[in-house]
């Protein structure tokens, strides 16, 4: 053990030879730009990289690389509390399928107050690299009024395109009067000598999204097949499941807090016993805050009452191959999306009206706070109560039913919870872009 510990440390210090020796043979340069191009005029001289604008990017979309490598004339930070500017980005989708994107610039510390805030669309058939371009175009317009009192000035130019085209800027007249269809299906398989699976899977989606109306029509179904074989008891087990379901939504904007809804769902599941199932639920929500700022922040609450037919592939524990059932749910959601992280918690309480003591009440959360400088903690978890389980086979559950899955079984709550802490210290600045061996 102690002559591998002292292997390491006699590596550990050649590295660190090898890494003091290549930044005394390379000249000095100025962290975050790049040469300028040689021009009939004088040099500017460059700036220290302390002088440049620091910037810290908070996007889950974003390329941070492409920023890096197209974007120079600031610098990027990791951490916020040493930033000059904390760019908050908030993505929603479009009703078109593309994403609305809000791209909040938060001055921090002698910038505290200077904030303003920039916004824009990409359809849904652009590409990454489409998404890429348009942010960062809109990211640079962003941060030049704070860059202009930098050293990064005097190599700042500002360009036009020329005036729009007046056919783009005019509304057209839409054929598909605002409705978007998706078709997706795909499958896998895999095996080996003693099991194999063949998994398949559809899914559609029709959608039309207005101020005053938002509709959703969706489905998807799926297949599951599985063989084992156990050759030392001459054991052969062949399992299939299959569900699908199809949902829908109406909902009318009512004003910028309040809106009105219907939701509707047929569904089947050999998992669930459930041979076939109806649900139609009239509801109403109240948003807190207005549905415009739902990006940033969102504290609704939602209320439906409705009634569910059960047709059930066998008899189920309470002896019924079919029911009618009166019901009514509770929603509430909180989220934000701020400079200091992300919190969203979402409950529900959904009840059968004809059997009080039946319901299923669960509570969802996750969060991601920047505590203090360089340290983050993140918290994800789900806890249900389950007093609803009305499809349960009746009759003994065999092994492999357990084993495999492929039968529900009896319970009375459900929990799944993960959480983190990560601290990075070192070099604040994050400018440099070196791909070499990137996929070694």
Known sequence: MLKHARRIAGL????????????AQTPAATAGQTPAAPTSQAPTTPAPASALLRVFVDCDQCDAEYLRQ???????????????????????GTGGGGQSWVVKFIGVGPLQGQDRSLSFTTIQTATDDDRRKEFARVFRIGLVAYAAATPAFPRLD????????????TPRNDPWNFWVFRVNTNGNMNGEESSKSLSLRMNFSANRTTEQWKINLDGNASQNKNTFEVPEDNLRVDTVTNNWNVNTLVVKSVGPKWSTGIAASLNHSSFSNNDRSFTIRPALEYDFFRYSESAQRKVAV????????????????????????????VVGVIAFRQPWGSLQVQSEFAQHLNTLAQYHASVFGETDVRLFKGFSFNFFGEYERIRDQTSLRKGATSPEEVLLRIRQLATGYSYFFSFGVSYSFGSIYNSVVNTRFSGF
């Open 12 to 23: 550990v210090a050649g590295l660190w030879l090898v890494s003091v020796f290549a930044h």
């Open 70 to 92: 197209n974007v120079q004339f600031v610098d990027y930070v990791r951490d916020r509390a040493v930033a000059d500017i904390h760019v908050l980005v908030t993505t929603e």
């Open 158 to 169: 500002v360009t036009w395109k020329g005036q729009a085209d007046t056919a783009q800027t």
């Open 302 to 329: 939602q209320y439906g009452v409705g009634v569910s037919r059960f047709n059930y592939r066998e008899l189920t524990v309470y002896d019924k191959l079919e029911e009618t059932i009166p019901n009514h749910q």
